[in-house]
């Protein structure tokens, strides 16, 4: 196991992405083989599939949702909890992942990079996007109060743009670092880009490159180092938590 040495210049970004709550027993997304009750997410989990059918996607949201209930991080989230407290100012969390665990566990210096599956916000209007844990019956599409539109989770689908104080803050990161970045992707296919595109980032930055993954994923060979094992075992080792 190669320990990241983390000197006393280094900074840490941590990208991850659903492997790292599958120890947690949420499922991931291609393990399934991306497939949702016989649809691609990328059809269920994007604008045009919210515009066809509303209800089809709130009953994805709304069963992955009560999925969640009773779900606790697991001690791959707990290590990144360690290391933020350890790391300070030159620790940055990226997730893809939606499903509120890190910061459940702890993480705060994070990004949340396509949502969180526990707000909702409105389809139309500017209103603010609110805390809403409810799982909507079958058929139920959730109207905004303010203009009647249908509501939506607060989630970044495909086809649509990540935020961009998110791109700054991972920029801004990157470039403070320099060479001394170390970037750490943990339980990741590597297929949803930009996120796949972060190793690409930290590589050209002069960074080091680190992979933590059940299986070797998609853009496996823009790794320095590659560490194949669950995520729970293998990152409180590597990040000697
Ligand atoms: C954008 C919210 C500009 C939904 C998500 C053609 C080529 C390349 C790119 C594109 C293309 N066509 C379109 C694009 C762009 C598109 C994209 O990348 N598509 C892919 C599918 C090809 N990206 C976008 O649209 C993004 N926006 O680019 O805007 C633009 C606009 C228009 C057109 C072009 C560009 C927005 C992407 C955001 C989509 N939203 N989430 C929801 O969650 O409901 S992404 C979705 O996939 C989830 O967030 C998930 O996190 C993410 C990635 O999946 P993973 O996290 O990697 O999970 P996965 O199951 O795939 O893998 C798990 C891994 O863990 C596995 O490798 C497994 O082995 C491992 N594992 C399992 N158990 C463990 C483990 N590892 C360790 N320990 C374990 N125990
Ligand atoms: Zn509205």
Redesign the pocket.
């Known amino acids: 196991m190669i320990p990241l040495s983390l000197d006393g210049a280094a900074h840490l970004l941590v990208l991850?992405?659903?492997?790292?709550s599958?120890?947690s027993g949420v499922p991931?997304?291609?393990?399934?083989g991306?497939l949702w009750e016989g649809h691609a997410?990328?059809q269920?989990?994007?604008p045009d599939g919210f515009a066809i059918d509303p209800s089809l996607v709130w009953r994805?949201?709304s069963q992955?949702r009560a999925g969640l209930t009773g779900v606790t991080p697991n001690l791959?989230h707990h290590a990144l909890v360690e290391a933020e407290a350890r790391l300070g100012e030159r620790f940055l969390l990226v997730?893809?992942?939606?499903d509120g665990l890190h910061p459940l566990a702890g993480s705060r210096r994070m990004l949340e990079?396509?949502?969180n599956?526990m707000r909702t916000r409105c389809s139309a209007c500017d209103r603010a996007p609110f805390e809403d844990r409810t799982a909507y019956g079958d058929g139920v599409v959730p109207l905004c109060d303010r203009c009647s539109a249908p509501l939506r989770?607060d989630?970044?689908?495909?086809?649509?743009?990540?935020a961009r104080a998110t791109l700054a803050a991972i920029d801004a990161f990157v470039r403070a670092a320099g060479s001394h970045l170390v970037f750490l992707a943990?339980?990741?296919?590597?297929?949803?880009?930009?996120?796949?595109g972060l190793v690409d980032v930290a590589r050209a930055a002069g960074g080091r490159s680190f992979l933590?993954?059940?299986?070797p994923?998609a853009n496996a060979a823009r790794f320095d180092h590659i560490v194949i094992?669950?995520?729970?075992r293998?990152l409180p080792a590597l990040l000697g938590a």
């Open positions: 991850t992405g659903a492997g790292i599958a120890e991931t997304f291609r393990d399934a991306g997410v990328e269920v989990a994007s994805f949201y992955r791959a997730t893809q992942n939606v990079m396509h949502g599956i989770p989630i970044v689908w495909f086809g649509e743009m990540i943990v339980g990741t296919s590597g297929v949803v880009y930009p996120a796949a933590v993954n059940a299986e994923p094992g669950p995520a729970g293998a």
